[in-house]
């Protein structure tokens, strides 16, 4: 089955500088990749997502990039602020779970911005 | 617009006690259901998801069960909770073949 790994686990950066957060999967078949940010205490939230026809997408000082020959894709965070502060978890949805396309998620970065 | 709800948002039980998580969408027919758990400090585990009423299909093998009793209710149950159980539970829906999931704003479970 489809294996997303995440790295790195944590992350601090100063307040203005980029963050990057890299994700590789397994499953060739994959063609959907979306990010979820989650604030303490809450549910997780989609931020962004890419499929597998894109390299790149941007929102605002969020982007994504994929790279589908090499099976990974990325996070990058320009401009960061305080409000980044957060757990950002990648996945990656395979179309071979067809009963029920299940979605399977990187083990998260936890994002410290440094004031 | 689509809204999920889960309830209670904590919840302290004791070891050997039962479990009953409730999670419901609104403004959508036929939705794809899933619990997840998270530990602390960790990612997202699939513990159970349901593309109908009535079918559930289970991730991982654990003290926990899952059921569908409506199209847009999904209850996460344990008869005698274990330490073990501990966690953050989520609640999340999709449509047919997701685009993204959409997750509840979770229950946080101490079993003591």
């Known amino acids: 089955g489809e294996n997303v790994e995440q790295h790195p686990s944590t992350l601090s950066v100063q307040e203005g500088d980029s963050a990057v957060i890299k994700c590789t999967y397994s499953?060739?078949?994959?063609?959907?990749f979306p990010w979820y940010k989650q604030e303490l205490g809450k549910g997780p939230q989609l931020i962004i997502d890419?499929?597998?026809?894109?390299g790149e997408k941007k929102d605002q000082r969020i982007a994504v990039t994929l790279n589908k020959t090499a099976k990974h894709f990325s996070l990058h965070i320009t401009e960061t602020q305080p409000e980044d502060s957060a757990v950002y978890f990648c996945a990656a949805r395979t179309p071979r779970y067809s009963s029920a396309s299940k979605i399977i998620f990187g083990s998260g970065t936890r994002l410290s911005i440094r004031p | 617009s689509q809204t999920i709800h889960q309830w209670p948002a904590t919840l302290v039980q004791p070891v050997g006690s039962p479990l009953s998580l409730e999670c419901t969408v609104e403004?959508?027919?036929?939705?794809?259901l899933y619990w997840y758990r998270q530990a602390a400090g960790r990612g997202l585990q699939l513990l159970f998801y349901?593309?109908?009423?009535?079918?559930i299909s289970s991730e991982v093998p654990q003290n926990l069960s899952a059921s569908r009793p409506q199209d847009r209710q999904f209850i996460l149950s344990s008869k005698k909770l274990l330490l073990s159980d501990s966690g953050f539970y989520l609640c999340a829906w999709s449509e047919g073949v997701p685009y993204g999931y959409t997750f509840g704003s979770g229950t946080r479970l101490t079993v003591v």
């Open positions: 349901s593309v109908g009423i009535g079918q």
């Open positions: 499953d060739s078949a994959s063609n959907y």
């Open positions: 403004g959508t027919s036929n939705p794809n």
């Open positions: 890419i499929r597998s026809n894109v």
